[in-house]
């Protein structure tokens, strides 16, 4: 059974930094490619950035490159994503999601695994 779980968000204030955190379980870590998606209050979820297999190749969203950070360690079965220079419109649920295969990372139904989501909070 696959399992993917997220942590590490919460409360942070615009212009700070969180740092999201999701384990892998059941799969084949190495060969899936991860990525990050986020569905802000009332709106539909989006691609934040995706990693390749091996963490050589990353895609950021352009509202998020230069402050958002994808990266993975897969000895340890986790995907990372920094998060600095928050602003309020990064309010959102954050969900890890695993795919096969490093193309079109950035379309939700390339990704066969998700998980529960992280709540992040951006105030003034």
């Known amino acids: 059974q696959v399992q993917l779980v997220e942590s590490g968000g919460g409360l942070a204030q615009a212009g700070g930094s969180l740092r999201l955190s999701c384990e892998a379980s059941?799969?084949?870590?190495?060969?899936?490619?991860m990525g990050w998606f986020r569905r802000a209050p009332g709106k539909e979820r989006k691609f934040v950035a995706a990693v390749s297999q091996s963490g050589r190749f990353t895609v950021h969203e352009d509202s998020v490159r230069g402050r958002f950070t994808i990266s993975r360690v897969n000895a340890k079965n986790m995907v990372y994503l920094q998060m600095d220079s928050l602003k309020l419109e990064d309010t959102a649920i954050y969900y890890c999601?695993?795919?096969?295969?490093?193309?079109?990372?950035?379309?939700?139904?390339?990704?066969?695994?998700w998980g529960q989501g992280t709540q992040v909070t951006v105030s003034s």
């Open positions: 999601a695993a795919a096969q295969g490093y193309y079109d990372v950035q379309y939700a139904h390339r990704y066969d695994y």
């Open positions: 059941g799969l084949t870590f190495g060969d899936s490619v």
